[in-house]
């Protein structure tokens, strides 16, 4: 930690971007040392850097390329994990009905599960830190109307939520239509259902901003509103916004497989966790366990990082447990 | 009291109203209700005899008003997919989620409250440690998973449990329930432990959370200075500020745990009202959504105003800002 960079992020200089305030809030409490005290968090992360880059490279990562069905092998359908007897060491978590490698369906159903669910907390994030900021900026009947459209929504579940809103996509597109644009439909139910937090925190948030000179000096000199809200307000609000992002990304991740299991979510042909736990489960009863527990594993183990990693994030970035 | 029950009741008002205006909106914009009950080869007479039949020729706001009196006297129509009517199916199928709900919370507060206490009081034991590790790979691991894992374990591998359904039921009166018999109750444990694992560690954690908050507090310090006991320290001045919050929670995890139950009810085959919400959706089966979507809100509102009205009970400073709501 140089000094040079600590004085360019100075937390106190207000309308610096959304990046450099983040920076800035890594100096502030100390992060990085609290980070490297952490056991839990170095595994997590390490664990997340793993899952990001499997997911973000499937082609190099994954051993073979199982959604081309010319490389399906229907004779290789239903082989065990390689350490059981009748396993294959070509294929170390076995394969799936179709003859497909289970480790490269995880790495792909990965790929489908992390874009849907930071997709899904992208739009919450937009929709809740707009509403969140205009409600504590503008205060008055604004502000109690839009927290009481939040105090409403936060009555019903998320998940209810998220089925409806799928319920509603099939009867308007029709079933066909509805599985070519899933994946859409999943973002925009996850974040349809989970802007209330970043609202609520945002909005608190910026009813102390709004009464700092540096905003008082904006208005004075007529910047518009747009623009004291959203380039001089806003990076100062976004510690909580990334404290709720990173247990969000955890509930959208969890509520895109469950909505997949049930088969409201992404369809088989480009399958995700969730997807993948679903066709494995009808192998279940047969005894062909790998087909639905490895992909169940495999989405325990990032939800599990996911949640270390926001719990590490919410003690080190709570001042008053310091 | 009196004015805070008044505003509450308004505000209830308005979030049914507006439920039933989303209700009564899918409706008539999604999908056609002649196709769907007439099947798509029928000719534009039967339509036109049809629609006049079911009044989908009047006004929209006389068709609103006329929805509003149908739903306020319990029916919400015929369902497209079972051809049966909505309420009668929905009365038949409460009786399964309501005793999965509420047996998987039981289990929940009996498990979680005992446990967030622990880890509070003795928060630098390794027990606790171990508890609160436990409680994040509850909250962790998917609700769904989790039925997939119990059924593996217990009905695949171990063979000592039903995978699917309730068992046998006895029909009191109308509502049949599955507590009387023990095959009932052997179908009933997985699911509602399928439920509970989640809100176990939902609850703890909050638990957890509020007793330290409070155990921090002044009038903590000063009962210890008092010289009195630390277990009358810890469950009669701490725990009973504790439980104030966590009455809410465990209120408003109730709704949430009708929520979960549709999930649950998928991986189980439980034939309650979630399992039916479920494959409404994937049928696109409106009417039968829009009557879900009613039901669930009432209940939602209706647990909420008595959560609320519990606060009053335990509290009594509460009346102080009674007018916020």
Request: neutral net charge; hydrophobic residues 55%.
């Amino acid at each position: 930690m140089s000094e040079t960079d600590k004085t360019s992020s100075n937390p106190n200089v207000p309308s610096a971007s959304v990046w450099a305030k983040l920076r800035a809030a890594v100096y502030k409490y100390d992060l990085l040392y609290e980070f490297s005290r952490s056991p839990s968090a170095i595994v997590a992360s390490f664990l997340m850097l793993l899952f990001a880059l499997a997911a973000a490279f499937p082609d190099l990562v994954a051993p073979y390329p199982v959604f081309d069905l010319a490389a399906l092998r229907l004779e290789d359908a239903f082989l065990p994990p390689a350490w059981l007897p009748e396993g294959d060491y070509r294929y170390p978590l076995g394969t799936d009905d179709q003859g497909r490698d289970m480790i490269s369906a995880i790495i792909y159903g990965l790929r489908v599960s992390l874009f849907v669910g930071l997709g899904g907390v992208a739009l919450a994030i937009c929709i809740g830190v707009s509403v969140g900021l205009i409600a504590g900026y503008v205060g008055g009947i604004t502000d109690s109307i839009l927290m009481r459209v939040a105090d409403i929504q936060l009555t019903f579940p998320a998940i209810l939520i998220a089925v409806m809103i799928d319920g509603v996509s099939r009867a308007a597109f029709g079933a066909s239509a509805h599985e070519e644009i899933a994946a859409f439909v999943l973002i925009v139910a996850i974040g349809l259902s989970g802007w209330v937090q970043y609202a609520r925190a945002v909005r608190g948030a910026t009813m102390v901003e709004r009464r700092q000179d540096y905003v008082a000096a904006a208005r004075l000199i007529g910047v518009r509103t747009g623009t004291i809200l959203f380039s001089h307000i806003m990076p100062n609000v976004m510690t909580s916004v990334l404290v709720i992002g990173t247990i969000h990304l955890a509930i959208a991740v969890i509520l895109e497989a469950t909505l997949s299991f049930v088969g409201l979510g992404i369809p088989p042909t480009e399958p995700s966790l969730g997807t993948l736990i679903r066709i494995g489960n009808s192998y279940l009863l047969s005894g062909e366990w790998w087909i639905a527990i490895m992909p169940g594993a495999a989405l325990l183990i990032l939800v599990l990082s996911i949640n270390l990693l926001g719990d590490f994030l919410r003690d080190a970035l709570n001042p008053r447990l310091k | 009291m009196v004015g805070f029950l008044l505003n509450r009741l308004l505000q209830i008002a308005i979030v049914m109203f507006i439920v039933i205006a989303i209700a009564f909106s899918m409706f008539t914009y999604l999908g056609d209700p002649l196709v769907a009950i007439l099947g798509a080869d029928s000719t534009p007479a039967q339509r036109a005899a049809l629609r006049a039949e079911l009044g989908l020729d009047r006004p929209i706001i006389v068709q609103f008003v006329s929805y509003i009196g149908n739903v306020l006297s319990g029916d919400f129509g015929i369902s497209y997919r079972l051809g049966r009517p909505v309420g009668a199916v929905l009365a038949e199928r409460f009786p399964a989620t309501f005793e999965l709900a509420v047996s998987g919370m039981l289990i929940a507060v009996v498990f979680g409250i005992p446990a967030g206490v622990y880890a509070a009081i003795y928060k630098n034991r390794i027990s606790s440690r171990i508890i609160m590790g436990a409680s994040l790979f509850g909250i962790s691991l998917p609700s769904f998973f989790m039925g997939v894992l119990l059924i593996w374990i217990f009905s695949v591998n171990l063979m000592w449990l039903p995978s699917y359904g309730r068992g046998t039921t006895v029909d009191i009166a109308g509502w049949k329930t599955g507590l009387l018999t023990l095959d009932g109750l052997r179908a009933l444990l997985m699911p509602a432990l399928t439920i509970a694992v989640f809100q176990i560690a939902m609850i703890m954690r909050l638990v957890r959370a509020e007793m330290l908050e409070v155990l921090r507090t002044d009038y903590i310090r000063f009962a210890r200075a008092r010289g009195l006991s630390e277990r009358s320290v810890n469950f009669r001045h701490a725990l009973r500020n504790t439980l104030i919050p966590v009455v809410t929670v465990v209120g408003v995890q109730l709704g949430s745990v009708i929520a979960f139950a549709v999930i649950t009810e998928a991986v189980f085959q439980w034939p309650g009202l979630g399992l039916l919400f479920l494959q409404s959706v994937a049928a696109a089966d409106v009417s039968m959504m829009a009557a879900y979507l009613i039901v669930i809100a009432a209940l939602f509102v209706f647990i909420n105003l008595i959560v609320d009205l519990l606060y009053f009970a335990i509290d009594p400073r509460i009346s102080i800002s009674s007018g916020k709501g």
